[in-house]
Each structure stands twice: as C-alpha cells, then as structure tokens.
C-alpha cells in the first residue's frame, strides 16, 4: 500500500537558520503530494502542494518540488522564523479514485529566538 | 468562511465507557473524513463519507467504533466500549469533492480522548 517516510524530529533550529525536512514515498502511479502543519492545539493546515512531478509547492516562504526519479517531496525554508514552530507533515493521495490522505508521522520543528 | 467545528474538545473518559464526537464541515462540502492521531504518529483514515454514504471504512475498529452522517452534513463518531488504547486525536475534515487530482482536506481542531 502507499506510504509516506519523514524524518524523525524534533528539529531544532535557530531563528535565520535554514530549514530541509526530508519526505520520500511510496505510492502506485503518480500520487499528489502535501505538506500540512499543525500548530499547538490547533488542526491541520494545508501549507502547499504538487500534483504532478517537477512541480513546485511553495506558501509563506516554504517550498517542495516533487521528484519523481527519487520519489521525494523534501520540504525547504531559506530563514525560519519562531513561528514557524510546529509539526509538519507530508502526506498523500492517489491520482485515481478516492482522495484518501496517507501521512507520515510529522517531524516536529522547534525554532529558538 | 466558517471552517469545520468539532466537539467536545476535550474528553476524558475510563474504559469500557462509550463516548461520542462531532463534527459539522465546510457548508457545502460533499466529502467528510474522520482521523485518529496517536501521539507521535500521523492521523490515520478512520472513515470517509460522500454526502451521507460511506465511501471508506476499511479502517474502523467495527466492533466498538460507529459513525453516521444522517442528512450528508453534520456527523457523529461514536466509541462503544472505549478501550486505553482509543486514546488519540479524532480529527473530523471535510473536502469539496471525493476525488480528483489534489483537492485539498480542510482539517477541524479536534477532539483529544483520554482513556483511564
């Protein structure tokens, strides 16, 4: 069945630092991908999405492109900031059929001042 | 917009006891899901409705676990009895489609149980 590996967390950052959070996956036919964040005490957030390969999601300074030949979607921040503390996860769902989300378990990211 | 409402937020119940969730999604959303998120994992698709049909409950625990959606808007998650192990996050979304290339899930902010 289709699955979703992320890094394991947390991830401790400075504020400025810049961000990658690996995400690879497997999945029959060609899959879309997302990211979602979830706050403290708050639900899922959709942050971006790639629907097809090479595509490129990208949303509040956060960005993934979908490789296909490494069946990755590595989510990247140039400069995070505190408020980019949270959980993050990668997800997916087939391109056929039911939009069933598949996550991984989230890669918690901690950002100090 | 108003996005999707669960409640309670919070609840904590001893096992063996039966529990209940709501969730009302986005006004005109055909498409409604409900999740379980242990902690430290990734929510997993519990069931999925299209308007007031099941699409998807290949995943729920059948035996203790129940779920309607009556009219195709509001739902209710039900747990009968509860055990320690059905402490986790039930999160309710909801989409405007069933299917189709990247149509995204709106997530509500969930009910936390805890089983004791």
């Known amino acids: 069945g289709d699955s979703v590996t992320q890094m394991e967390g947390p991830v401790t950052l400075s504020e400025e630092a810049f961000l990658t959070i690996n995400c690879t996956y497997t999945?029959?036919?060609?899959?879309?991908l997302f990211w979602y964040v979830q706050y403290p005490g708050e639900g899922l957030q959709l942050l971006l999405k790639?629907?097809?390969?090479?595509d490129k999601g990208s949303n509040k300074g956060f960005e993934a492109t979908y490789r296909k030949e490494t069946t990755s979607f590595h989510l990247e921040k140039g400069s995070v900031q505190v408020s980019d503390s949270a959980v993050y996860f990668c997800a997916l769902t087939p391109n056929s059929g039911y939009s069933t989300l598949t996550f991984g378990k989230g890669t918690m990211l901690l950002v100090s001042p | 917009e108003a996005g999707v409402a669960q409640s309670p937020r919070y609840k904590i119940i001893e096992k063996r006891q039966s529990v209940a969730f709501w969730c009302n999604p986005i006004s005109g959303h055909a498409t409604l899901y409900w999740y379980q998120q242990i902690l430290g994992q990734g929510p997993k698709l519990l069931i999925q409705?299209?308007?007031?049909?099941?699409?998807?409950d290949s995943q729920l625990p059948k035996d203790r676990f129940s779920a309607e959606r009556l009219k195709g808007v509001d739902s209710t998650l039900k747990i009968q009895p509860a055990k320690l192990e059905d402490s986790a996050v039930y999160l309710c979304?909801?989409?405007?489609?069933?299917?189709?290339?990247?149509?995204?899930?709106?997530f509500g902010p969930g009910t936390r149980l805890t089983v004791t």
């Open positions: 979304a909801s989409s405007l489609r069933i299917a189709g290339v990247g149509y995204e899930q709106y």
């Open positions: 999945a029959t036919g060609y899959p879309s």
């Open positions: 790639a629907t097809k390969a090479d």
């Open positions: 409705f299209q308007n007031n049909g099941v699409v998807d």
